[in-house]
């Protein structure tokens, strides 16, 4: 295995010869035979452990198995202990999401700080087809059915192309130790049950399974490069307009095409839609109709889909005082000054009759009932009319800002100032009001 594993390393992955290494290293026969591995190879190796303090002696005594490993190879090692009970607790996800979050987050700061390379996780074969089944049962797309990528960023899995029964074998024939952890044993967990009891019924079905699924993910992973291509084709065509608020889609791409649900799946599948049919009606719902995930929204505008993130945020009022020379929005900073004149025309900035005003000044969103009365308009006018004789999309309204006097507006900002507050030939102080 050593001398596979070496010429895997040449092959795939000869940048971890002259990097700084991090292993995870749990106590368990997988990550305990890839640190042997890469010590006998001569790699730069340090160790990092993560107490998950689930199993009470048992995970003290992994912790233990760790330092005494450490110390044995002469390699570094960093332990980290974790009250993963409360972090689940308090971020509402199970324990097995909770130690995965928790060890990541501390691998990646922990290379991040003591600038290691890459980080080497000790997944095998078989992880590789638990996963698959995992996602398989659960209802995934192609990018699902891919297996565990072998280079994730700074996370490196070697041992990929092993099964846990060459790992076993390896540990056994050279006197390796490792620690069982219980909690394996138990079928509660998906992945344990997939692996105790319908993993050794397909390998007897197909005694050369890994092979197989091997050529499987080969197979799979040559056809995702080729949807990705397509996608971003379409994609590139699609894509109309960029903006901190939003990005904006043209629905005719996606009508051009075959099966436009196959294309909006692969588009919009990383911002946690589920409700596929419902995405696809957008394309011949009416102006304003909405689909929501936990983080993002689509919304059919006009010949349009408009993807923004979902903020929960408060509808909070900014309040300005008459000496306030500048404030910091949202949206922006507002910047106060004297004039002396009116120059030129611009969306950003607007004079006002400074007598006009009552102080304080606030600002806030709009909110339904609200009218004004255009400048270069006579009459008032109810904002949400304005709005749709300006054609702007709900996502423009929800992003659109009042900077009032008392109850009156005095801009509709960025967009359009009151008449009530204009520069006369009687006004005395003219206050210009820009947005930067």
Known sequence: ???????????????????????????????????????????????????????????????????QLAEHLDVEVFVQRFDTKQYAEENKVSIQMAARELRYEWFSELAKQLQFDYILTAHHADDNLETFLINFTRGTGLEGLTGIPEINGVFVRPLLTF?????????????????????????????????????????EINPSLLQSFQSTLENLSDTADIVEE???????????????????????????????????????????????????DLLDAETGKQVY???????????????SEIISETSKIISISENQKQVETPFGTLFFDEADAIFGKRTNIIYVDKSTLKFPLTIRKYKEGDIFYPLGMTGKKKLSKYFKDEKLSLLDKENTWLLCSENDIVWVINRRADNRFKVTENTKHILKIRLN
């Open 163 to 203: 099964s846990s029964k060459d790992i076993k074998a390896y540990a056994k024939a050279n006197n390796i130790k490792w620690r069982d952890d219980s909690s394996n044993k138990s079928t509660k967990y998906l992945r344990n049950k997939l692996r105790h009891e319908v993993i050794p019924i397909l390998k």
């Open 293 to 307: 995930s936990s983080t993002h929204r689509l919304i059919k505008n006009r010949e349009h889909l408009l993807l």
């Open 230 to 280: 397509s996608t971003n084709a379409v994609l590139k065509r699609a894509i109309e307009t960029i903006d901190e608020n939003h990005i904006a889609f043209k629905i005719s791409e996606f009508k051009k095409v075959n099966n436009p649900k196959a294309y909006l799946f692969e588009v919009f599948k990383d911002y946690g839609f589920t409700e596929w049919n419902d995405v696809v």
């Open 1 to 67: 295995m050593l001398e596979n594993l070496n010429k895997h390393i040449d092959k795939r992955l000869p940048f971890l010869k002259n990097s700084k290494l991090l292993i995870a290293i749990s106590g368990g026969v997988d990550s305990v035979v890839l640190t042997h591995l890469c010590h006998q190879l001569k790699l730069n190796i340090s160790l990092a452990h993560c107490n998950f303090n689930l199993r009470g002696d048992e995970s003290d005594a992994d912790e233990d198995f760790v330092l």
